[in-house]
């Protein structure tokens, strides 16, 4: 019986620790049921395919016992066992096939070696003793005999609907016997099959709310459960990546408000904010590769000065980290940046304030 406290579902985590274990939901009945239908229809299958051939194949065994003497090595037993070997092959091939198939499809390819362990009270008379009598051995046997109970009910009725015509039987031709006895074969067949295949998936459904009642988990669970995965080497590098993502994203649109781009063409761009109230500019985005072209295309669309000077990009870029200022050493470099941008930004409003347009402050691409 499931514990009362274990109220949540079960996390990924704990249905991966699960299935390593061995525990996934499988129903014996429905593999059985879906391998044995599946061996009878090869069977008939063949029959139906082959049935010249094994005609011809008994004609001739009984022709060859009727007029030679059967010795233990001699070729009619050797050709018999071919002959057998030919039906029974593809019979069992199939039945691996399928009960292969039906395992997959019911819990996916499964290796727990935990589960083979060697474990003592597997051979604890006294545990073995308390596992015969209890409940779920009683369940067990229950379940056994219920489908049984069903296959004897179907015989019964087959039998009896056909009782009058088997009181008829001896007064029957030999073809006409042998066709009652068929009808009623695979009447009870194909009934019983019917039957065990509905047993089947009330088996497999049961099983599956089993084994989601026995995953289910306490609340303390998850909860320790999520202390441990915050330490996991996964957990810590995808909260590494999102922290990436969004130091990135905040960059970018940092860039929005740099003063200049600095570049070294084709690998490295700085952008660098400036006030007069500021001490020295600082950094406020810096990229290489495809950074530094997203930052360089930021630029030109807030219409930011950019500016090529590979030693001061390359500097820029080793030597200070984003939202840092620069360094005392590359002062002089920086200002003569700054004093060309300013510069053009100055000529930019006189032009245009001569020509009586509005100002916009910034600076062509230098």
Known sequence: MADSNKTEQATPRRRLRAKEQGQVTRSRELSGILTMGGAVCVTVLMTQVG??????????????????????????????????????????LASLMIALGVGFAQGGFVFAPAALAFKPDRFNPATRL????????FSQVLKSLLPFAGI???????????????????????????????????EIGWKSGLILLIWAGVD?????FKNES???????EIKEELKESDGSPENKARIRRIQRQLRRKKMLQATETATVVVTNPTHYAVALRFEMNMEAPIVVAKGLNLLAERIKAIARERDIPTIENRPL???????????DAI????????????????????????RTARAGGNPTGKAPLL
């Not at 049935?51 to 050709?79: C, E, K, M, S």
């Not at 308390?130 to 051995?137: A, E, K, P, Y």
């Not at 700054?338 to 006189?350: S, W, Y």
């Open 51 to 92: 049935a010249a051939h094994l005609t011809v194949f008994f004609r001739t065994v009984l022709d060859y016992a009727a007029t030679q003497q059967i010795q233990p090595n001699g070729p009619l037993l050797f050709w018999t066992s071919i002959e057998v070997l030919r039906w029974i092959v593809p019979i069992l």
């Open 130 to 137: 308390g596992q015969m009598f209890s409940i779920t051995s």
């Open 152 to 186: 004897l009910w179907v015989g019964i009725g087959s039998i009896t609907l056909h009782w009058n015509a088997m009181l008829l039987s001896p007064n029957m031709g030999l073809r006409a016997f042998t066709g009652l006895v068929g009808s009623m074969i695979m």
């Open 204 to 208: 497999y459904l049961f099983q599956w």
């Open 214 to 220: 026995d995953l289910k988990m306490t609340r303390q």
């Open 313 to 323: 990009a390359q500097a820029l870029y080793k030597s200070v980290e984003v939202g």
């Open 327 to 350: 360094p005392s050493k590359l002062y002089h470099a920086v200002a003569e940046i700054l004093v060309m941008v300013f510069k053009a930004q100055a000529e930019v409003r006189n």
